[in-house]
């Protein structure tokens, strides 16, 4: 007997049920699975848009919003050189392709001695003002997380209300779930000395949002 | 630590002794005579930030109502959502492990590691690894371990363990930092915080950067898609998933939850209860190895999923602490915690749920005092995002103590006394009487006794002095006027 | 109305305080009730129950259930022995099936004293008056099992005189524990500490609350700190009108 099934064993054993899993067992879980019930959360009385902006601000993120995708590259070196940041930065293609002028951008993933890393998101949150994104081939991790200042690149219409609500539209849109899921909301913090906050710990000393209204 | 029990001091990096007997009342007496753990703990207001957490959730009380029921129904068929989860991350591509004991924790990741020619380790944050000793047994086998945790780096480096299970170093001050990193890493000594946490950053960036392997823990794992989740907000999660080529997770059998709703549910709880945020910085979750076209991401992904004691628990009055979390509301607002700090807890898991979980893993008789360690203030039990009735489990392991002959003879004998006593109410009359007097004479003008024998009360107060007569005679008294 | 209500004193109270049994008392006869007091009473059970001798609490919880079954309310000016009988005798009876009822009666019909006179009695006007500034510690029992928290404020809020300067962690354990206080007396004491600094803080000239043990514990402490003016009043003493009748500070 392996020490699965001896730790499985032990479970079934002390649950009073059988020696295996029985089919009607077995359809419990995925009839739930299939249902998917959502556990009781708070009321959400507030509109996205605004919740969204006021989340992020609390999660210590900076934000700002565009009429379109193409005024993204100015505001983003707008933020730069307000911040006095390198205008060098690295970005998923979908953000490279951009027509980038007073800054160099790369479409590569991050290496450790990146700055500036810019990025699109999958959806993000409003209830907390969170920026949700999913691993892949052209929508690499490492770019919301090695460089010390990361940009993201927000569409209206992709922030929904709650984590509930984005588990649900991903559902609709991928079939698999991709290596990774992240779910950012704010720049990288600690309080392990002493108890006081310190921003940038591991991760990005600064997230800034940029919301694209159309 | 510079007090002789500290675990730092005489078993570097071993953490507490689980097979040896916890001397709690030793270990809590050196840390309220310790200056520097006493600053640490006034500091220390983890329960406040939780206060103003939780003032946006008008429906808390429904919440945790619901969080509880979500775990329990983890709990009441386990080993099939344990199934569900194993095929769906196997088809991922996930190697799933099975630990029946901490030997096996240890040996399990060992082996991963040889069989992949690591040199370096790096770690986020694991308790169950804590349980395990696991650093120690990586270190036996020739290879190097990083803690990148800030908290859990910084007790490495001084050779202890976690005194929290979300705070692993509040009982050192910037200063103990101070040394440690001039000493460690060669540096210039500073002890400003923001700059012992870009120092951290700068040289645990080039272990991220340089490990072959990463160890986490796992806040969590989903049985509908085979995925685990790391909560964290330095990053350090996303970092050691990230960058080395092997990822190995470490986590309890009792910690998967059926669904993303599930999950979803239960994080507004986790984050408000552990530090007042209405969600941590990173949410990772996890799903096998790095795909076809993946610029990041570990070659190979493994779960060891742990049982060490915790199927004993189900089926038991002891099952419903395993729907903790792990999030230390418990601990943060337990003055008893609040006082003695974690190391006197002995073990891994401090406060009401270590109080509660030592016992259980390493032995009713191996932490005989830990049980008794509590007012039973049950402000634990109302703060529990998933309703732990701590207090009540408390209570519980005290029954079975004395139900296994294992509490003093002299408390046995004193609690039978004054039963016996209470049943008797005209004995009882004369005694009480005999007491009142005797304390009242005691106490003298000032009204007050400063000493009395056994000490345990007199030690740190005094004890104000009986009226003289006791309520019953004084009523007998006054109906036959 | 005439209820009649049977009075727990507890046993801390018969022993070390008789004036808050009469306090109890006097008020609970200001509502209008009927008051017997079970001569043979003695203690719930709690010590026992706390410290995991189950059996040593089960004897008395059913020498209080059968003192008290013919009462229509039993009340005790104690939140830690009225939560003890009302939160806890259900479970603590639980094997013995003979007495689940009873237990469940008994449960129903316990209060705590505040609660009482608020919820059941709705005392509207106290004999008590007392110029000077308190500040009120609430009990964890009281408060945690039974939920006493707003009673003893707007009975307070009726004494002419009274002024309340609530502590800044009014929720925050003493550090009592009943045998908790002598088993890991240090560790106690230090909580105390706390509760004592904060009581202070507020400059009350007295900490009032519905515990005797928590009032040991803390008059205790404060008085080994050097403090000897901050008086320490049961909610039933200043309730009822503090009378020096015994020294009484």
């Known amino acids: ?214 | 630590m510079t007090t002789p029990h500290a675990s730092g001091a005489s078993t570097p990096n071993t953490g507490a002794r689980p097979h040896s007997t916890i001397s709690f009342k030793d270990r809590a007496h050196d840390r309220l005579n310790d200056a520097k753990v006493q600053r640490a703990m006034r500091n220390f207001n983890l329960a406040g930030a939780r206060a103003r957490g939780v003032l946006d959730l008008e429906n808390l009380e429904d919440i945790r109502t619901s969080a509880a029921a979500i775990r329990d129904r983890s709990l009441a068929m386990l080993d099939v959502w344990l199934e569900r989860f194993e095929r769906e991350a196997t088809r991922r591509g996930v190697t799933v492990h099975w630990a029946e004991s901490h030997d096996d924790i240890n040996r399990i990741t060992v082996e991963i590691a040889k069989a992949n020619g690591v040199k370096k380790v790096i770690k986020s944050k694991s308790m169950v690894s804590e349980e395990s000793h696991l650093n120690a047994a990586i270190e036996a086998a020739g290879m190097k371990v990083v803690e990148t945790d800030l908290g859990e780096y910084i007790v490495q480096l001084a050779g202890e363990t976690p005194s929290h299970i979300i705070a692993p170093a509040i009982h050192k001050n910037r200063d103990d930092v101070a040394d440690l990193f001039h000493e460690h890493h060669k540096t210039p000594r500073n002890n400003d915080p923001a700059v012992l946490t870009m120092e951290a950053r700068k040289f645990l960036r080039e272990h991220f950067l340089s490990a072959d392997m990463g160890i986490t823990g796992g806040n969590f794992l989903i049985a509908e898609t085979g995925s685990l989740v790391l909560v964290t907000n330095e990053g350090n999660g996303r970092m050691t998933t990230t960058m080395p080529r092997i990822h190995v997770a470490i986590t309890g059998i009792e910690k998967v939850l059926g669904t993303m709703e599930d999950l979803s549910c239960i994080l507004r709880l986790l984050t408000r209860s552990a530090t007042g945020q209405s969600i941590s910085n990173y949410i990772t979750v996890n799903t096998g190895p790095k795909q076809a076209g993946d610029s990041d991401g570990p070659e190979q992904m493994h779960v060891i999923i742990v049982d060490a004691g915790r199927a004993r628990l189900l089926g038991t009055d002891m099952q419903e602490a395993l729907r903790c979390i792990r999030c230390g509301a418990c601990m943060n607002h337990c003055p008893v915690y609040q006082n003695i700090g974690g190391h006197a807890y002995g073990w891994v898991y401090p406060g009401p749920i270590g109080s509660v979980l030592t016992p259980n893993y390493i032995g009713l008789e191996k932490a005989l005092d830990l049980p008794h360690a509590a007012t039973l203030c049950n402000q634990c039990g109302v703060v529990c995002p998933v309703k732990i009735p701590l207090p009540e489990l408390m209570r519980k392991l005290r029954e079975k103590q004395t139900e296994r002959g294992l509490r003093p003879w002299q408390e046995r004998t004193g609690l039978r006394l004054w039963s016996w006593l209470a049943q008797r109410p005209s004995l009882y009359g004369l005694a009480t009487r005999v007491a009142a007097r005797l304390g009242k004479s005691v106490g003298g003008a000032e009204r007050t006794i400063h000493r009395l024998p056994g000490k345990g009360w007199t030690e740190g107060r005094d004890m104000p002095a009986p009226q003289g007569k006791t309520f019953r005679e004084l009523y007998a008294e006054r109906n036959r006027k | 109305m005439f209820l009649k209500v049977g009075l727990f004193v507890t046993c801390l109270v018969d022993l070390m305080r008789p004036r808050i049994g009469f306090a109890a008392l006097k008020l609970l006869e200001s509502a209008g009730c009927e008051v017997v007091v079970p001569e043979a009473q003695t203690c719930c059970g709690q010590p026992g129950y706390n410290s995991g001798d189950r059996p040593a609490a089960q004897a008395l919880a059913l020498k209080v259930l059968r003192e008290f079954d013919d009462c229509d309310y039993v009340v005790s000016p104690s939140g830690s022995c009225g939560g003890m009988i009302r939160a806890h005798y259900v479970e603590l009876l639980a094997e013995l099936p003979q007495h689940a009822d009873a237990a469940r009666r008994l449960a129903a019909k316990t209060y705590e004293l505040t609660d009482f006179l608020v919820n059941v009695a709705k005392l509207e006007v106290v004999p008590g008056r007392f110029p000077g500034t308190i500040t009120y510690h609430d009990s964890c029992s009281g408060l945690r099992e039974l939920g006493v928290k707003t009673q003893p404020r707007a009975l307070l809020a009726k004494v002419p005189g009274l002024e309340l300067k609530e502590m800044a962690t009014p929720e925050y354990c003493c550090g009592f524990g009943g045998t908790f206080s002598v088993k890991y007396g240090e560790i106690s004491s230090r909580i105390a500490e706390r509760k004592c600094e904060d009581i202070t803080t507020t400059g009350a000239d007295a900490v009032v609350l519905g515990d005797l043990g928590c009032m040991l514990n803390i008059e205790g402490r404060l008085r080994r700190r050097g403090d000897s003016h901050t008086r320490v009043y049961h909610v039933a003493e200043v309730l009822a009108g503090v009378e020096d009748t015994d020294g009484n500070r």
Request: negative net charge.
């Open chain 1, 1 to 214: 007997m392996s020490a699965r099934d001896r730790i499985l064993g032990r479970i079934r054993a002390a649950r009073g049920a059988g020696v295996s899993v029985t089919d009607a067992e077995r359809a419990t879980v995925e009839n739930f699975i299939r249902e998917k019930p959502r556990g009781v959360g708070p009321a959400m009385p507030w509109e996205i848009g605004p919740r969204f902006r006021e989340q992020c601000i609390k999660m210590a993120s900076t934000y700002d919003e565009v009429a379109t995708r193409a005024d993204v590259p100015e505001a983003v070196e707008r933020y730069l050189r307000e911040k006095a940041l390198p205008l060098t930065a690295v970005a998923w293609p979908e953000i490279a392709s951009l027509p980038w002028a007073g800054i160099k951008v790369e479409g590569r993933p991050a290496r450790g001695d990146d700055l500036v890393g810019i990025t699109g998101v999958h959806l993000a949150i409003a209830e907390t003002g969170t920026l949700m994104f999913l691993s892949g081939a052209e929508t690499y991790a490492a770019t919301s997380l090695l460089p010390e200042t990361h940009i993201a690149v927000v569409p209206a219409s992709r922030i929904v209300a709650s984590m509930e609500d984005a588990w649900a539209q991903t559902r609709e849109e991928v079939s698999d779930l991709p290596r990774a899921v992240n779910f950012v909301s704010g720049p990288s913090r600690t309080a392990d000395i002493e108890g006081v906050l310190q921003i940038g710990a591991h991760g990005p000393f600064r997230v800034h949002v940029i919301v694209v209204a159309g």
